[in-house]
T-cell receptor, first 112, second 109 residues
């Protein structure tokens, strides 16, 4: 039982490049989330998907897009990366009946 | 923003001592949760307290919630070196969790 798996673990991009961060969970959870963590700012919610087929903006959605591919997978796309998107990105999931989040181990992204 | 604010930002204690950190917030909440993050890792859920609860225990953890003061505290008793981590409070409302900036706890041997 792997839990929440994020790929890649590390990525370096040049300004303007695009990439997709992948997240998959094997716990049959309905809801999935993408957060970014910056020093001194805690975690900020980018997008979330309350259930398969739905996505909603969080606190800091600008510059990002998401796809809830199926119940297991929730991807985050940066269409044109900017240095301000340098951060650690975490994916999380939870059951409908339980408000507790399970987190992946994160993707460290640097945009030069 | 409905983030909680943790206090203190950092805490250094001797092994065996207790560690207390606080979380204040401004909005109404459904529940409040505490998470731990070890360096370079993802967050791990510690404990959840609902808005109609005042105190919960889990092993060496004790959480209190005062909705009239909009504040919560996390107490770790008899701390160990393995408790060295960052601790975050998170406010739950409308399917979403909002996190504070965290308290960094260092337990000295």
């Amino acid at each position: 039982n792997a839990g929440v798996t994020q790929t890649p673990k590390f990525q370096v991009l040049k300004t303007g490049q695009s990439m997709t961060l992948q997240c998959a969970q094997d716990m049959n959870h309905n809801s999935m989330y993408w957060y970014r963590q910056d020093p001194g700012m805690g975690l900020r919610l980018i997008y979330y998907s309350a259930s398969e087929g739905t996505t909603d903006k969080g606190e800091v959605p600008n510059g990002y897009n998401v796809s809830r591919l199926n119940k297991r997978e929730f991807s985050l796309r940066l269409e044109s990366a900017a240095p301000s998107q340098t951060s650690v990105y975490f994916c999380a999931s939870r059951r409908v009946s339980n408000e507790k989040l399970f987190f992946g181990s994160g993707t460290q992204l640097s945009v030069l | 923003s409905q983030q909680g604010e943790e206090d203190p930002q950092a805490l250094s204690i001797q092994e065996g001592e207790n560690a207390t950190m606080n979380c204040s917030y401004k909005t109404s909440i459904n529940n409040l949760q505490w998470y731990r993050q070890n360096s370079g890792r993802g967050l791990v859920h510690l404990i959840l307290i609902r808005s109609n609860e005042r105190e919960k225990h889990s092993g060496r953890l004790r959480v209190t919630l005062d909705t009239s003061k909009k504040s919560s505290s996390l107490l770790i008793t008899a701390s160990r070196a393995a408790d060295t981590a960052s601790y975050f409070c998170a406010l739950y409302n409308d399917y979403k969790l909002s996190f504070g900036a965290g308290t960094t706890v260092t337990v000295r041997a």
